[in-house]
């Protein structure tokens, strides 16, 4: 007999994880982008005495970077309810995989 009670709470909490997925790699995008934006390089000027530099924004990047652990640990929190109520209902448990590294 199907458990739709179950079924219900599966497909209420997989839905919350996927827009939490998302949201957590929106703040993904904008750490990647701020370290993209990072001017690293040391440059001598005309004169051969001075030089610059970009200033490193700490604050934001550690301020991203506590926002993506939030972010992670809501989704599996959630994640792992969906996955209690997938053995209920006999649906597949969704899954981490390994990041793309490139």
């Known amino acids: 007999m199907e458990n ?3 079924l219900g709470r599966y497909v209420a909490t997989s839905e919350l994880a996927e827009k939490q997925r ?8 904008k750490l990647k982008s ?3 934006s990072l001017d690293t ?9 001075s030089f610059h530099a970009a ?3 700490i604050d934001k990047v550690q301020g991203l970077v506590d926002e993506i652990s939030a972010l992670d ?3 599996r929190s ?3 309810e969906a996955n209690k109520y ?3 209902c006999e649906k597949p448990p969704l899954k981490f995989y390994p990041a793309q590294r490139y």
């Open 78 to 80: 959630t994640v792992e």
């Open 4 to 6: 739709y009670e179950a």
């Open 55 to 57: 200033a490193f924004e």
């Open 86 to 88: 997938a053995a209920q």
């Open 41 to 49: 390089g040391v440059f001598r000027g005309s004169s051969g005495g």
């Open 22 to 29: 998302v949201k957590r790699d929106q703040v993904i995008s």
């Open 34 to 36: 701020l370290a993209e």
């Open 73 to 75: 640990q809501e989704l």
